[in-house]
């Protein structure tokens, strides 16, 4: 079950970052992690994945700025971005939901809701 | 009545006010007759006392008889005799019977006295009163006859005609006086019947009088209601005294609690602005002059407007006035642009009512709440990190759990590694709770000891080894240096463990790769010495006084970029104080920090708690 989507993960902590990449391995996907905003930031630039999943509360780049300077690059590119959160406040719903193609999951998320997340993206390209 | 009497007094008076005019008159008349029959007597025996004697028997005769006789009828002379040395007469100008009247010693008299004399005498048988003038005549240097003439002075009558003509004249023009002078006085007393009145106004505490409504009285009935009105008034002043002392007490005592006032308005740490109804600002307190930077003179009677040119609050206080002061939130946050250090106050309006319960003016206040917005956002980012720091291990339980369940996992190893992976998560989750538990007993100040034999190598150890693991991921050395012996501690083993972790997890945290850690075990007298010592980023001197601080967390990068609470170095230092031990701390930025925890020397035995 060979898929060419590239599914970039960041996130500071590792058994997150293992889990989801196994998850996505599994159905298929190519998967690249970063361990903090600025190097996803680098990431996104570099490989151009198809989805980002990141964390909010991470060292260097913080979640919501990677996702702001991710949403510059999606004119040029088009790519989901899913925002794993602790507690989605009514401010942290505005900020998301004036971005493109941005979606969020609350901590503690089931895998098979982001895999059905990011299946119901392509679904819709396709 | 009164008046009646009045008049009839007053007519009593004048008629003898007439009365003795005319008596007056009369003795004065009296006394004009008298002196005028002396002069008239005097003059006309002289007179005739100058002829020799033979004029009066010789051609000349007739002359001075026609002459006497016309004085005779006219001027009251009623007999002139002319009589030798013998006393014969020569000459007799007299009524028939009035020479035989004439007392005898009177005749004697004027016929042997030298020199002119004047005798008055009643003539006999009559009540005619005579007055005898009596001249010798000399010839020669002798004395050779006498000349008498007898004059009749009527009875003056007190009421004739011409006396009473002009006592009517008199009268008239008396009369004419005393109506022009009762119209004068009248006139002259109205000002003083107004000011009676006025007075009677003044002072009287019911209706007042209307003008021209109070009796015109006399003069005694205004002096007596002036002077009841200046008893009245002598009252009123002496009441008015009283209430001024009164009022003047009061105002010292309103003055007085108004300085207090003032003195608390300026002693809080509140912004304070009154100001009247037209926006003036009437009071400002020394927190807000400071705040403004200005002086109380640039400030009072001054439109709100000029002095706080701050466009948020102006545009809040007229949707205030616009509300027309309805109930509801008078309150909004603000900060001043010209204050570099970017406090945020409470900027609350009300409104001050008068008697009437009607707006009389403003009272804006300005609370500082700078530390407690930063309190609040500390507390709410503590919250949030503590959110996340619980919801990160149970999202890996929760993830890595399902996929076991789901059997995406064959690999035996990797299913081993999930297992553990689990474990871990839930040894860090309890280990996070714990630590929740800590900080809320230290919050409630209910955090007790659980003390025991602790010994000092195995706190060392144990403590090295828990951060050990972190250190190697980014390659730090530690270095250690213990005492050639190891004293016990009498002390809570799990909280010390914890108080020491924490300062080694912040040395491993906040320095960076290739870098160095000391951790000593000293021991002293009377205490047991633990010191950590780093060459990592250190701490700046503004965020040196607050590390232990709750929630306090520095702002510098490459400590935010690092997962922490906040609450580390709080719960280290409380667990220390609770031991009786001290901490220290000495740093300098890009140099590295030193902690120093001393915790004292405790004898031990067993069964002690």
């Avoid at chain 1, 960041?10 to 997150?16: C, F, S």
């Avoid at chain 1, 599994?26 to 151009?48: C, R």
């Avoid at chain 2, 005739?48 to 005769?61: D, T």
């Avoid at chain 2, 002036?226 to 002392?245: G, P």
Wanted: with cysteine; aromatic share 8%.
């Amino acid at each position: 079950m060979e898929n060419n989507k590239r599914v970039l993960v960041i996130d500071d902590e590792a058994h997150i970052r293992r889990v989801i990449e196994l998850k996505f391995k599994n159905q298929g996907y190519h998967v690249i992690t970063a361990t903090n905003g600025e190097e996803g930031l680098d990431l996104i630039k570099s490989q151009q994945p198809d989805v980002v999943i990141t964390d909010i509360m991470m060292p260097k780049l913080d979640g919501r700025a990677l996702c702001e300077r991710a949403n510059e690059l999606k004119e040029e590119r088009p790519f989901l971005t899913i925002v794993m959160t602790c507690r989605i406040s009514p401010t942290e719903k505005d900020w998301i939901s004036q971005l493109q193609d941005t979606v969020f999951v609350e901590k503690p998320f089931s895998l098979q809701t982001i895999l059905k997340c990011v299946d119901h993206y392509f679904g819709n390209q396709e | 009545m009164k008046v009646q009497r009045i008049s009839i007094a007053i007519l009593v008076i004048f008629v003898i006010g007439i009365g003795i005019f005319a008596q007056t008159l009369h003795q004065q008349e009296q006394r004009s007759r008298t002196q005028d029959l002396q002069h008239r007597g005097n003059y006309l025996v002289s007179l005739v006392a100058l002829h020799p004697m033979e004029n009066f028997l010789g051609s000349k005769r007739d002359y001075i008889v026609k002459t006497l006789a016309e004085y005779v009828t006219s001027d009251g002379l009623i007999y002139c005799i002319v009589q030798d040395q013998t006393g014969s007469p020569l000459l007799s100008l007299a009524h028939r019977d009035v020479v035989a009247k004439i007392p005898t010693d009177v005749e004697q008299r004027s016929l042997y006295v030298n020199g002119l004399i004047q005798q008055t005498y009643k003539m006999v048988g009559t009540d005619h009163t005579i007055s005898e003038f009596a001249k010798p005549i000399f010839e020669g240097g002798q004395r050779s006859g006498t000349v008498r003439m007898g004059f009749d002075l009527p009875p003056l009558s007190m009421f004739s005609l011409e006396r009473i003509k002009l006592m009517g004249i008199m009268a008239f023009f008396a009369f004419s006086m005393a109506v022009l002078v009762y119209y004068g006085v009248t006139l002259a007393l109205r000002p003083l019947h107004e000011v009676n009145q006025n007075f009677r106004n003044i002072c009287i505490d019911t209706v007042p009088v209307a003008p021209g409504t109070v009796k015109n009285g006399g003069v005694g009935e205004i002096i007596k209601g002036l002077e009841q009105s200046v008893i009245k008034l002598k009252d009123r002043y002496e009441k008015i005294q009283a209430e001024n002392i009164d009022l003047t007490t009061k105002y010292g005592v309103i003055s007085f609690e108004k300085h207090n006032v003032f003195s608390i308005l300026d002693s809080i740490n509140y912004g304070i602005i009154v100001t009247d109804i037209q926006d003036n600002i009437t009071h400002i307190n020394s927190y807000m002059l400071n705040l403004l930077g200005k002086k109380q003179d640039e400030v009072i009677d001054h439109l709100l407007g000029e002095v706080l040119s701050h466009d948020q609050i102006t545009a809040f206080l007229l949707q205030q006035d616009a509300m027309k002061q309805s109930s509801g939130a008078r309150y909004i946050e603000a900060t001043f642009p010209e204050l570099d250090s970017g406090e945020s106050f409470l900027v609350s309006l009300s409104y001050l009512s008068g008697r009437k319960e009607d707006v009389i003016g403003k009272v804006i206040s300005f609370k500082n709440i700078t530390s407690e917005k930063s309190a609040e956002n500390a507390k709410h980012e503590f919250i949030t990190r503590i959110t996340h720091e619980l919801l990160t291990p149970l999202t890996t339980i929760n993830s890595y759990n399902e996929m076991l369940m789901d059997d995406e996992i064959d690999n035996i190893e990797l299913q081993k590694e999930f297992y553990n992976t689990i474990n871990e998560e839930t040894k860090r989750l309890t280990s996070l709770v714990k630590n929740l538990l800590n900080i809320s007993k230290i919050e409630m100040g209910s955090l007790t000891l659980h003390k025991g034999l602790v010994k000092s190598d195995w706190l060392f150890d144990d403590s090295l080894t828990t951060v050990e693991g972190a250190a190697q991921k980014k390659n730090i050395t530690i270095e250690r240096n213990l005492p050639d012996s190891f004293p016990s501690l009498f002390a809570d083993k799990e909280l010390l463990k914890v108080a020491i972790i924490n300062i080694l997890g912040n040395a491993v945290k906040y320095t960076p790769e290739n870098g160095h850690i000391q951790f000593m075990l000293t021991e002293q007298d009377d205490c047991i010495i633990f010191e950590v010592s780093d060459d990592g980023y250190g701490i700046s001197k503004e965020d040196l006084p607050h590390v232990f601080d709750k929630f306090y967390r520095s702002t510098d990068p490459r400590v935010t970029e690092q997962t922490g609470s906040g609450l580390g170095l709080a719960l280290t230092s409380e667990i220390v104080r609770l031991h009786g031990g001290e901490i220290e701390v000495k740093s300098k930025p890009d140099e590295g920090s030193h902690f120093k925890i001393r915790l004292p020397k405790e004898e031990y035995y067993l069964g002690k708690q």
